[in-house]
């Protein structure tokens, strides 16, 4: 067990809805990851929070944001979804220890846009 | 343009034998990371690497930052040991590799 918990496990929903998925990292970690895994393009990652600041980013659609709270938590928010869209998503966080800290993945939220 | 390479990208080996898995990478990296993600989809986290070797249990993990190679081995090779492996650098954001999908043939 990682420690990092993602809610939902499973997502089932329509083109041009929108979707908020959850995150909870370990107890202590400042850092919150976000990355989406598709059969076609592999691990992406989309961005990173770190205690509640906008860290990095990286190939995160204008469709999506992301937001990571006072108690740590942290959303991905995604719109307009498109059949595309369905993926793996995973978070991951890490401790505070700048970018050069071991990464404790979630199960993943697996989301379908049919 | 991929930022990372593994290879190979498949791989079976019978239980017992030594493997090694390269990652190349072409940015400037803070941290290099060998993920292992299993059938079920869970992924965990085996090294973070900055430079040198680091070794846990059967597995050893080496990064050469001037040649911008790193090497993940296992030796005595097992069947639990089947998962996807998968190497991300940290640049200015994340890259990862398409990873290598092992088998271990008992």
């Known amino acids: 067990d990682s420690g990092v918990t993602q809610t939902p496990k499973h997502l089932i929903t329509a083109t041009g809805q929108r979707v908020t998925l959850r995150c909870s990292p370990r107890s202590g970690d400042l850092s919150v990851y976000w990355y989406q895994q598709s059969l076609d393009q592999g691990l992406q990652f989309l961005i990173q929070y770190y205690n509640g600041e906008e860290r990095a980013k990286g190939n995160i659609l204008e469709r999506f944001s992301a937001q990571q709270f006072p108690d740590l938590h942290s959303e991905l928010n995604l719109s307009s979804l498109e059949l595309g869209d369905s993926a793996l998503y995973f978070c991951?966080?890490?401790?505070?220890?700048?970018?050069?800290?071991?990464?404790?993945f979630g199960n993943g939220t697996r989301l379908t846009v049919t | 343009k991929n930022e990372v390479e593994q290879s190979p990208q498949n791989l079976t080996a019978q239980e017992g034998e030594f493997i090694t898995i390269n990652c190349s990478y072409s940015v400037g990296i803070s941290a290099l990371h060998w993920l292992q993600q299993h059938p079920g989809g869970g992924i965990v986290s085996l090294f973070m690497l900055s430079s040198g070797k680091k070794k846990h249990g059967r597995l050893i993990a080496t990064i050469n930052i001037q040649e911008k190679h790193s090497s993940l081995h296992i030796t005595a090779s097992h069947p639990r040991d089947s998962a996807v492996y998968i190497c991300a650098v940290r640049g200015n954001q994340f890259y990862f590799g398409t990873g290598t999908s092992l088998t271990v043939i008992p």
């Open positions: 991951a966080s890490s401790a505070p220890r700048g970018n050069n800290s071991p990464l404790h």
